[in-house]
């Protein structure tokens, strides 16, 4: 298999696994899985050269901006593989381990929470929410989460015909 494949696939099966988190979660902690659809409201305003909401919510709607936004979703999911790859090497594609994989998926932790939030309108880590400690540790499950899921997928994908 060609490694731009694996390495997507991996991305995806990592963000995958993810998102499946944030519906555990929902169960668990009562709290709503992310809304894409307002990532996509977020990136559909950067095409008219705004960057940064008070808040992203009472911004214009975006035409198909759900689509966009689990679109990005995703495509971010691939990107975060291939820094993965590109700091360790594709050799992983082949051997995968899990701790490159779990340290990155926590280090990605960081645009969320000092890109997405800040532009979004919830602050430099989240702070501009009502319980941002409670933020700032949700999103720094989800992203160890998403490290695991690098591993995860890279592991099913080495081990298969995928």
Sequence with gaps: MLDITSLALTGVGATLLMDGWGVMRKSLFGIPPADYGM??????????????????????PIPGERV???TV????????????????????????????ALAFGIATVAAPLLIMQPGMGAGIAASRTPNPNSARLHSL??????????????????????
């Design 39 to 60: 990532v996509g409201r977020w990136v559909g305003h950067m095409t008219h050269g705004r960057f940064r909401h008070e808040r992203i919510a009472a911004a214009a």
């Design 141 to 162: 499950i989800t992203h160890t989460v998403f490290g695991f899921g690098l591993w995860a997928a890279g592991w099913v994908i080495r081990f298969t015909d995928l």
């Design 73 to 100: 979703h995703y495509l971010i999911g691939i990107v975060f593989a291939a820094g993965l790859v590109a700091i360790v090497g594709v050799e992983w594609l082949r051997h995968p381990t899990l701790a490159p």
């Design 68 to 70: 966009l936004g689990w």
